[in-house]
């Protein structure tokens, strides 16, 4: 928010072709043509360096009409034809302005991976009407050095007020049969484990990927989510995703694989309709990020940019948490949410806890809390998360339920007021925990009073959660209204100064640059899955290229005992990742919520590698992605915001990988001590997990590591100034 | 809640017949026969006074059941039919359980057309199994002197938990092609002319009947809505409803005009699914009230006695209120609820009113509202309606919008504190007007605030509209979903001590019984369509066998111009009434809200017409009809609650009509003095409405009048005690 120059009118970036509009990046890298084909379809390409990144695509909508308000049958053919023209918004379009402007500024986030953000562009603004209609539309396009981002606008018009979308058509022609790393299209979740195909792979491997989840539901065969994270023979990296999703539906991709072109589909609502949208309005963007080195992909802050900036005016009571939590003992089934097995159904306000019996493995009691809060005050950590402190958790899961939860009765071993004066004395916070089951109508009758409840008991951050399909029924978790739903559940905690962590949730789009109380979200395959049956041991070199662009996970790691029948006799599960792959995620999994996920038993067993954790910052000043590729490896290097200090982490994929880091980043003349944490010679995510050594070193901006990482392994790296 | 007897085992009124169950009433004139069908179907019929009401009829329901928890395709033949055992619930059952027992009890509602109701009925549960899936329900008969009620009830089970009901089909068998009077069944509105015709002409008649209203959806041709209203070739009045409507979707019914069986037919949601429950669960109740005599049906209190007690403890806040309003200027065209004609399209927050230019119709301004104020304290009304008080009126219709209004934000011509300070300072209230136009889910966002604000400014009784399609989309306004949004809103208004009055809501079925701040629905076709085109001139001799069954109607009469034109030029319309039928309707649409709906100019025409509406009160002691045929006329005089005075009143068909009162209702000894408004001896609907006289006349209990009502006319008599 600090500097900015803002340029009208023809720069060096802008040609104005003839027959077309040429917008170039900032350096030249990128240019974008825009015309409108014969037909009056608008239609844009791509090039990077001289390559193609987006063959000839068209843009545009179908609305739906009809005319006679109740029914789709026609009086007789000219209201046939005049809702056919009023459907479309495709072609038949003429350009009747344009205009260009150059932004440059930099502005600080309140928390991030780096401390200040450039944001700077070339935009061209072209007004296109449709004159059969007399209908008009603006499609803004941003130009920025790691690529384009472009939306659409209705402004404020005579034939235009209220409308409904029946689709969007955002094409993206790709220049050839890329290698991507995609989920299958889905519109209720993103809990799937990436496929690395061609695209003309994708059908046949459709089915095997979409493996089961508690609410799910594909739509095509070449359906995929976005981001979506691509790499070209001639060495591209490109990158489809969606920024500032507001009061919108999520946008999927469906690919048409015989010409290789990627088109929007957006999730419908009960009736199948896609969007209600009432002019003035703007779509959210849709963005192309592209580069040769895949650590520009990583490390785009395009999607931020494409947001607005903060509506919170204080942000004093927004910060980076680090916790530990009452949560993967119930994940791995050694514990319950539940209370009582009493009940196979629960009515609450009915159901009486106070005479049932506890099943003894309810994990969520006072008792268990505090030694929570104990370890957390002991090792430096800000807050403990306890999931299953209130009533409703008995039938809470796969039973569609619409009063499931109030949010605010606690199970009768919770002591509410107990806990809170216990936190308060150690100078924890305790994490609050709603489950919503997806019943939204039912979280939003309650949510003043749960928020309110919040606050008279010292809880200051929520992890929220849609588990199960959405009632009301129809909807589905990315639809129009969800969406809605979702920042409505974000705006109305910002005033009771609340920070939240939506799980389940649609995917972040850039939206915590406006709302930076919006400090974390899970929305793709997280730990948790580890104890569901595992993830594929290269699943975190591919999320920071896909669900981390538009914003934070709550990724929970930090697990040190990767075999889970040790937890939970009946649960087989592996946790495919070494330990250090796990210190690694603190770094290469950036948020800044993180949680030391594993039971605390489990950190007494490795003092010497739990430092890491304890040391590790959650708040950045500056981050340096050293080396990537997708699906391959990551090693990022950071700088806390607090000090002098360096942190450094690498995940690695299936294969065991030796590196070089150069130390570079560090200030010249300091010294530094670094602590190494590496996977040990034989260290193998499924053989040999905790096998890890420790080793410090004296380093300065000149020093070079040579560090090896095993297979699902990693290194992480403590890197402090001395005197 | 004063006497009652519970006798428990079998008495004289319960015979245990081998194959079947019987039922009497306590009087003996009905008689219930329950048995199972050789395919273990639940089985009903009823005979009153040994003459057939109810042929055989089945019960039971189809469930929705998918084995594979996202699709309806089966692995195998096994799987597909247990399916289709899982969703039978209509045959394969046995009798494993009967019980029987009495109730008399006498109870006082807090507002009434009486102030005692004897609840006496004799009651048979059946608890049948369905041994194939080892599940079982309930059913539950009540007989009382008026007909039958019987609901579902479905215990806590093992096998039964979570289930989605596909269609409940409870039969009602009729015994001849009655005479009908029926709207088309609709999901959306009951604002619908009755027709009057036999049932096997309702196919035929249907088209015409179904008339364009701003939400509506029909299901069938032979599709009514209740309460349906009948008369048999043999002299019989026969009623079907149901009572205690609770979170479940409102029953329309589907005739099978071969066999003339009307079947259950519940109104879904967008996806098609009837109703989402959870065991322990009951149903509303099916109601068949029956007599020889219409004045039964009409004064039944079946409804109500099927409800649950006042779940309302403290209720000295509720309160009957005549009012007026500044409301019938809108509704004919001559003012405008909205403020300035700028808009074409609003954005609440956006919108800058106080920047705009009043379109000069604005009807709810300050200095307006204050001489509708001063006029009530003047003429002993209670309260002021006013619409159009708050912004967003300018594009609240027809456009499905979701954030429509925010129910808080006044107009800048509409001073909240003024006014507030103003009406207190008169003795009067000022009504509060909620439009929601369907946007439910912005509504319940809203709520609380706007609760809030209504105490905060002396307001305690609010009127609610749901005009147009309801927002979340695909739901109905009989939808289970927005049922319990009605309910939601009226306890959450119990909770704020404010009286409820629910327009375009589900039509009530006698909750308020257990909610009686439900002082008020619309929820059919009510006066302002007078001004829409108008309603048949018989419409109000219909209603109150149909519409006011379920509780009172705000039909809000008392029109005295019945020419439209000269309210709005461009308005043809003409009110099918006499101005003394619109004094008789105070008495004849029992409600404890009532307005007089004319603007106050028209009053002042008519002092002395007026002054019968001044007298007439809006609670009652005592009530006795008098005369009644549906379609054709009905009568009934009412004791004032508050003193010994009495009022008569009669509304007439298209025919018109003489009659002989007998006053034998009053008390024996006392002197009273009448004073009887009737029509003029030319009067009529259409062509001379305005025409009446007013004569007084000393009378007593051994009194008889002779009067004569014109087509569409009346009469209107107030009997004051005189010592």
């Known amino acids: 928010m600090k500097n ?396 569609h339920k619409d009063y499931v939860f109030d949010f605010v009765t606690p199970y009768p071993d919770f002591d509410v007021k107990e806990l809170h004066a216990y936190a308060k004395s150690k100078g924890v916070k305790i994490v609050m925990h709603h489950e919503t089951s997806g019943a939204i109508r039912n979280y939003e009758r309650h949510l003043d009073k749960a928020y309110q409840f919040m606050q008279d008991n010292g809880y200051n951050a929520v992890k929220s959660g849609y588990v199960g399909d959405i009632v009301p029924r129809g909807d589905y978790h990315y639809s129009q209204n969800v969406v809605n739903h979702y920042q409505y559940a974000l705006e109305k905690a910002a005033e009771y100064k609340i920070m939240v962590n939506a799980h389940e949730a649609v995917r972040p789009t850039g939206v915590a640059r406006t709302w930076p109380n919006l400090i974390g979200n899970e929305s793709a395959r997280g730990t948790e899955y580890q104890a569901f049956g595992g993830s594929k041991p290269n699943h975190v070199t591919i999320l920071p290229f896909t669900r981390l662009l538009g914003g934070p996970m709550d990724y929970t790691p930090g697990i040190f005992e990767m075999d889970i029948k040790k937890m939970n006799p009946n649960n087989e599960s592996h946790v495919n990742s070494t330990l250090v792959n796990q210190l690694a995620l603190y ?23 739990f430092q890491f954790i304890k040391d590790v910052p959650v708040d950045w000043q500056d981050s340096k992605y050293l080396e990537a590729e997708p699906g391959k490896y990551l090693t990022v290097a950071r700088k806390d915001k607090n000090s002098n200090n360096w942190f450094v982490g690498n995940v690695n994929g299936v294969t065991p990988r030796t590196t070089k880091i150069k130390l570079d980043f560090l200030e010249k003349g300091k010294k530094y001590e670094a602590t190494i944490y590496a996977d040990g010679k034989d260290a193998h995510y499924k053989t040999n997990p905790q096998s890890y050594k420790i080793e410090t070193k004296k380093v300065t901006a000149k020093s070079t590591l040579d560090l090896t990482s095993a297979a699902g392994g990693g290194f992480a790296i403590s890197i402090k100034e001395v005197k």
Chains 1, 2 share one sequence.
């Open 4 to 399: 900015f120059k803002f340029i009208l009118g023809l720069g060096i970036a802008m040609m104005n072709i003839a027959y077309g509009q040429e917008l170039k990046s900032p350096n030249g890298d990128f240019v974008m043509d825009f015309s409108l084909s014969k037909d009056g379809q608008p239609t844009y390409q791509l090039n990077y360096k001289g390559k193609e990144i987006i063959k000839p695509s068209h843009l545009g909508f179908e609305f739906k009409t009809n005319l006679n308000q109740k029914s789709f049958e026609w009086n007789d053919k000219s209201e046939a034809d005049k809702a056919k023209d009023l459907a479309n918004f495709l072609s038949g379009f003429k350009i009747i302005d344009t205009k260009t402007s150059t932004f440059d500024e930099t502005w600080a986030p309140v928390w991030g991976e780096v401390s200040k953000i450039r944001n700077n562009f070339n935009e061209l603004a072209v007004t296109i009407s449709q004159p059969k209609t007399d209908r008009k539309m603006i499609i803004r396009f941003r130009m920025f050095n790691d690529g384009l981002g472009f939306r659409y606008e209705f402004p404020e018009q005579k034939n235009l007020k209220y409308f409904v979308i029946k689709e969007e058509h955002s094409q993206f022609a790709m220049a050839g049969d890329h290698t991507a790393f995609w989920i299958p299209g889905d519109y209720d979740t993103q809990e799937y484990d990436y496929t690395e195909s061609k695209l003309s792979e994708i059908r046949g491997l459709f089915d095997k990927a979409y493996i089961g989840n508690a609410s799910q539901k594909a739509f095509s065969k070449t359906g995929v989510q976005t981001a979506l994270m691509m790499k070209s023979s001639n060495g591209l990296y490109i990158n489809l995703h969606e920024a500032a999703l507001i009061n919108y539906p999520a946008m999927s991709l469906n690919l048409d694989d015989k010409n290789l072109v990627f088109e929007s589909w957006l999730t419908p609502d009960a009736l199948g309709d896609k969007g209600y949208l009432q002019a003035p309005f703007n779509t959210p963007w849709r963005t192309v990020i592209a580069s040769d080195d895949a650590r520009d992909v990583v490390a785009s802050k395009m999607t931020y940019n494409l947001n607005e900036p903060s509506k919170i005016k204080d942000t004093s009571w927004i910060k980076p948490v680090k916790y530990i939590g009452v949560w993967w003992e119930m994940i791995t089934g050694r514990g319950s949410w539940a209370y009582t097995d009493d009940f196979s159904t629960v009515e609450l306000g009915v159901s009486n806890y106070a005479k049932a019996k506890p099943n003894g493995k309810h994990a969520a009691n006072t008792k268990h809390v505090k030694e929570y809060i104990d370890f957390a005050a002991e090792n430096g950590f800000d807050a403990v998360l306890v999931e299953g402190w209130n009533e409703g958790w008995e039938d809470w899961f796969g039973n």
């Open 587 to 609: 770094l290469t999994m950036y948020s800044p919520l993180q949680m030391a996920a594993d039971i605390i038993e489990n950190y007494k067993r490795f003092p010497d590698a």
